[in-house]
């Protein structure tokens, strides 16, 4: 069974490794399969050749739409996992349709991924019952780097990072972030969390997509982009109305985001854009493109107070 909020135990064991955003590493996809299969999961790719590349794409838009429908209905799978982020779910995504035909399932991604996974938390919220969404490691990440060889551009995640996907997956609940206060006031928020990639975000606005954020935390993350790109992308979410309401604010890891020449912190230009919201804003939490990356769900409640988002156990 899956539940709504931060425990939950699997259905089972069958993965489907899915590849609906860009292309990913073969290699490191192939250790991430064995790592799962050494941790008692079975995995199997979507499509038999794994997929074929089309630009920075895992495959034609058919192809990657066909890997999102087997992963959300398809039978013989009780979690989806995405192979790789990178673009691609936006192009897909209004070809799922209704996910209400899924249940007892579990998908698996961040990234590009944040697209599905804070809609998958949207209708399992509103229909009762659905996919539940992990915001976690991707396949070709999965395996340790010492054990399986470096790839150049894929970072793995670090040990602890796999000890809590284990242990959200096997047994729930997520394991508590440490977080240091960066601007706003101090207050004790409890809410929902959703979010993910700053950039996904952002290019969520305005469309069917767009994610509810009102009474919410939301969790924001990004990769490669200089400090002046992070301003005018959280700018552009306050002024489309995209944070109206936000309870609070936690931010992740901003890896490869360092400043060029007088550009300032990524932390600087961070508390500079979100303090207008008037609201708790911290910082520090595991997750990201780095290798600390700790799972969590999608829409689960959460605590965040003196210096820790605590997840709210399932009564």
């Given at each position: 069974?899956?539940?709504?909020?931060?425990?939950?135990?699997?259905?089972?064991?069958?993965?489907?490794?899915?590849?609906?955003?860009?292309?990913?590493?073969a290699?490191?996809?192939?250790?991430?399969?064995?790592?799962?299969?050494?941790?008692?999961?079975?995995?199997?790719?979507?499509?038999?050749?794994?997929?074929?590349?089309?630009?920075?794409?895992?495959?034609?838009?058919?192809?990657?739409?066909?890997?999102?429908?087997?992963?959300?209905?398809?039978?013989g799978?009780?979690?989806?996992?995405?192979?790789?982020?990178?673009?691609?779910?936006?192009?897909?995504?209004?070809?799922?349709?209704?996910?209400?035909?899924?249940?007892?399932?579990?998908?698996?991604?961040?990234?590009?991924?944040?697209?599905?996974?804070?809609?998958?938390?949207?209708?399992?919220?509103?229909?009762?019952?659905?996919?539940?969404a992990?915001?976690?490691?991707?396949?070709?990440?999965?395996?340790?780097?010492?054990?399986?060889?470096?790839?150049?551009?894929?970072?793995?995640?670090?040990?602890?990072?796999?000890?809590?996907?284990?242990?959200l997956?096997?047994?729930?609940?997520?394991?508590?972030?440490?977080?240091?206060h960066?601007?706003?006031?101090?207050?004790?928020?409890?809410?929902?969390v959703?979010?993910?990639?700053?950039?996904?975000?952002?290019?969520?606005?305005?469309?069917?997509?767009?994610?509810?954020?009102?009474?919410?935390?939301?969790?924001?993350?990004e990769?490669?982009?200089?400090?002046?790109?992070?301003?005018?992308?959280?700018?552009?979410?306050?002024?489309?109305?995209?944070?109206?309401?936000?309870?609070?604010?936690?931010?992740?890891?901003?890896?490869?985001?360092?400043?060029?020449?007088?550009?300032?912190?990524?932390?600087?230009?961070?508390?500079?854009?979100?303090?207008?919201?008037?609201?708790?804003?911290?910082?520090?939490a595991?997750?990201?493109?780095?290798?600390?990356?700790?799972?969590?769900?999608?829409?689960?409640?959460?605590?965040?107070?003196?210096?820790?988002l605590?997840?709210?156990?399932?009564?």
């Open positions: 069974m899956v539940t709504k909020g931060s425990a939950m135990v699997t259905a089972g064991n069958r993965v489907l490794v899915m590849a609906p955003a860009g292309p990913f590493h290699e490191r996809c192939a250790a991430g399969m064995a790592w799962l299969a050494a941790e008692g999961f079975t995995a199997a790719f979507a499509r038999p050749d794994g997929g074929v590349p089309v630009r920075y794409l895992g495959g034609t838009d058919v192809e990657r739409l066909a890997d999102l429908r087997a992963g959300l209905v398809g039978d799978c009780d979690i989806a996992w995405y192979a790789r982020g990178g673009y691609g779910t936006a192009r897909v995504i209004e070809g799922v349709g209704s996910c209400s035909a899924v249940d007892c399932r579990i998908v698996v991604g961040f990234s590009d991924a944040t697209i599905l996974l804070n809609w998958l938390a949207r209708q399992l919220r509103e229909l009762g019952h659905g996919a539940l992990v915001h976690g490691p991707v396949v070709q990440t999965l395996a340790p780097a010492d054990l399986h060889g470096s790839a150049p551009g894929v970072v793995c995640v670090d040990a602890a990072s796999r000890t809590a996907l284990l242990r997956l096997r047994k729930g609940p997520a394991t508590d972030f440490a977080i240091e960066l601007c706003g006031p101090r207050h004790a928020v409890r809410g929902p959703v979010g993910g990639n700053l950039s996904v975000l952002a290019s969520a606005c305005g469309t069917a997509w767009q994610v509810d954020v009102r009474d919410r935390i939301v969790l924001l993350e990769v490669g982009e200089a400090p002046y790109r992070i301003d005018r992308m959280v700018r552009q979410l306050r002024q489309a109305g995209a944070l109206a309401g936000v309870a609070a604010v936690v931010l992740g890891e901003f890896v490869g985001c360092a400043p060029a020449g007088g550009e300032g912190s990524v932390r600087d230009v961070l508390a500079d854009v979100l303090e207008p919201l008037d609201v708790p804003v911290w910082h520090g595991p997750v990201g493109h780095g290798a600390r990356n700790y799972a969590w769900v999608v829409g689960a409640e959460a605590t965040v107070a003196a210096g820790r605590a997840w709210v156990a399932e009564p």
